[in-house]
Each structure stands twice: as C-alpha cells, then as structure tokens.
C-alpha cells in the first residue's frame, strides 16, 4: 500500500497527485476559500461576460490546441451552471464524463502545458468541499454579482420610496399634518413592517397610526421624567 506509515499531510499529496496529474499537489489546509457559496446564484444570467481580447491574446488561444480550446471554453460555461458557482468538480472522470470524452483521453489532453484545464486550481469551497476555480471566471462573476447587488439596492430603494408615499397618501386622509412629518411615516412604516403586515388596509393604517401617538407620548413621558 502506497499510504502505509504516511502521515495525514503526505496522505491528501499523494490523493491529490493521483487523482488529478495536471494539477499541483497542496496541502487541502493551504488552499484557498472560495468566495462563493451555495446561496450565491445568477439564475437570471443566461450569459456570462467574455472578454474577447484578453482571450485573442492569451496564451491558451496561441498556443493551445484547437481541441483543447474548445474543451476549455466548454467547461468555463459548465463551470457558471455548477455550485458554486464558477467551479468545477475535482474529478477527472466526471469532467471527462460532462466533455462527452473518453477519460483516458481527457487526461492525456490534460497533461498539455495548455490543456483544457489550463490555470484552473484547487480550492476549498464552504463545507470543506474541494473543488477547481479559474481566476478569470472568479473575476468575471464577482463583477456580475456586484451588479446584481447594486441592482437588487436600487430596486428596493426604489420600491421602499414607492410604498413610503402611498402610505403618505394614505396618512393625509387621516390627519394631513401628520402626513408631512417625516419621522412619523417612516416610524409607521418600519410599525407595519415589523408586524408582518402584507396588505396595508384601513385597520392597519389606523392601527400604525395609534402606536405612532403612543410612542410620541411615551418619549414626551420619558423626558418629563
């Protein structure tokens, strides 16, 4: 037996090393942590951004072969479908299986200073889950998930500015002044969202209004005292 008397260390080398030629063997404690989890999707990208020139310049594209460029972009796409996203399986095999190749084949190519697998490395995805990354494809999807954060900010501040002038509309018919004051809209808002509320009917509204002179007159209380 190959392991017999290893150490725990030495141990994960030798996996890694024969699992998988074309990669460097490192220590799983050492390698780095994905920044993406399960939770991070872009489901609504049916496109991922590629950029045309790094890629016309690239070391893989001028030296690479045509099959093996074309394994190579092939699975930067699978890699966009897999979770998490960006990465890919650490097993030959099942990538083999996902190119529609014979495995012995794809780890021949893999062997190529530019193989299908070309830059992409070893990292440690959360629950300890030890998968392959590609820089350009983490930075590609950090940058569509920064997009996508600063739409889902814009949208709720969009909607939150929305609802905050219909309940302002809806407080005028009951007592216009209040209306206009601010803090008070904003205090029945955060009211109403606090208590679950989904349909902002006239009870509603009413109540919310009530707790909003309740509070006013209990901060009026606390300072007297």
Same mark, same amino acid.
């Given at each position: ?10 141990? @994960? ?12 063997? !490192? ?5 780095? %942590? ?5 939770? %991070? ?19 893989? @594209? ?6 093996? &460029?074309?394994?190579?972009? %092939? ?9 998490? !996203?960006?990465?890919?399986? *650490?097993?030959?095999?099942? $990538?083999?299986?996902? +190119?529609? $190749? *014979? ?13 299908? $697998?070309? /830059?992409?490395?070893?990292? &440690?995805?959360?629950?300890?889950? #030890? ?6 494809? $983490?930075?590609? +999807?950090?940058?569509? #998930? ?13 909607? =939150? ?9 809806? !407080?005028?018919?009951?007592? =216009? ?10 205090? #029945?808002?955060?009211?109403?969202? /606090? ?11 009413? @109540? ?9 007159? %209990?901060?009026?209380?606390?300072? +007297?005292?």
């Amino acid at each position: 037996m190959p392991l017999a008397g290893c150490t725990p260390a030495a141990a @994960r080398v030798f996996f890694m090393t024969t699992r998988a030629v074309h990669l460097l063997p !490192v220590d799983a404690d050492e390698l780095p %942590d994905y920044p993406f989890g399960a939770d %991070d999707r872009l489901d609504s990208h049916y496109f991922m951004v590629w950029e045309r020139r790094r890629w016309l310049n690239s070391d893989m @594209r001028l030296k690479g072969t045509p099959e093996c &460029r074309a394994l190579y972009f %092939d699975l930067t796409n699978i890699a966009y479908d897999q979770s998490p !996203v960006g990465t890919l399986p *650490d097993d030959m095999d099942v $990538l083999a299986k996902m +190119l529609f $190749l *014979d495995p012995g084949h794809f780890r021949a190519l893999c062997k190529l200073d530019y193989g299908p $697998l070309h /830059k992409w490395t070893r990292c &440690r995805c959360e629950g300890g889950e #030890i998968r392959l990354m590609h820089p350009m494809v $983490l930075r590609s +999807l950090t940058e569509a #998930i920064a997009r996508k954060e600063d739409n889902r900010a814009r949208n709720e501040a969009a909607n =939150a500015a929305k609802r905050l002038q219909r309940l302002r509309a809806t !407080v005028a018919g009951y007592q =216009a002044e209040l209306a206009k004051n601010d803090a008070a809209v904003r205090w #029945i808002d955060e009211w109403l969202m /606090k208590e679950g509320c989904e349909y902002r009917s006239a009870a509603w509204i009413e @109540r919310a209004m009530l707790a909003w002179s309740n509070h006013v007159f %209990d901060l009026g209380r606390a300072r +007297l005292s």
